[in-house]
């Protein structure tokens, strides 16, 4: 017992002289990288898989505001589901805009998830211009408008070859003027 006692101060010591002590458990931080994802169509908010971008089972999602795409980019709505897409055809169709959200690990694999990254989509990297900031978001962003950011977004190579010449939107809202009822999830067959 004495020389586990002796092993454990040694321990303790050498943690203490490389200024490494372990945390004191009510002092202790949780230490959760976050990233920042571009949505554009059914998970922004008033939309019909916003639940999804809220539901804390699935992660933390905080909105940070909104933005648009410095490049433009094919924003189509395919499928006998009616679903949209960003085709990942860089200086094609409109820039377009969406929502900014800081999102911790676990909810940016269920986005993968729930976005069926690889085969669907591929989470990949855009630029945007931020156009507003929401007033209550983490002021570590330091996020302003007409600021330049980069963003994880879901965006697809894996299409349809008459999809780039579907009519493309700078804006999906499922209820737009372009008629096309979008199907939920569990309603598909």
Request: charged share 25%; hydrophobic share 35%; with cysteine.
């Amino acid at each position: 017992m004495k020389m586990w006692e002796d092993r454990r101060l040694q321990i303790s010591c050498f943690l203490v002289d490389l200024h490494f002590s372990p945390p004191l458990p009510h002092l202790a931080v949780p230490s959760v990288f976050m990233h920042r994802v571009f949505v554009y169509g059914s998970l922004k908010r008033g939309q019909p898989n916003y639940p999804y971008m809220i539901d804390r089972s699935n992660g933390k999602a905080e909105f940070l505001g909104t933005a648009v795409t410095v490049q433009k980019y094919p924003l189509v709505i395919a499928t006998k589901y009616n679903l949209v897409f960003l085709l990942n055809l860089p200086g094609q169709g409109k820039r377009v805009h969406g929502e900014i959200y800081k999102v911790d690990e676990k909810m940016l694999k269920y986005l993968d998830w729930f976005e069926k990254v690889p085969t669907m989509y591929q989470r990949t990297a855009v630029e945007l211009e931020v156009k507003m900031v929401d007033k209550m978001a983490d002021k570590e962003e330091k996020l302003s408008p007409g600021s330049i950011m980069e963003a994880f977004v879901y965006s697809t190579t894996t299409y349809e070859p008459d999809w780039p010449s579907l009519p493309t939107y700078d804006n999906y809202d499922c209820n737009g003027d372009h008629g096309l009822k979008f199907v939920l999830r569990e309603d598909r067959k």
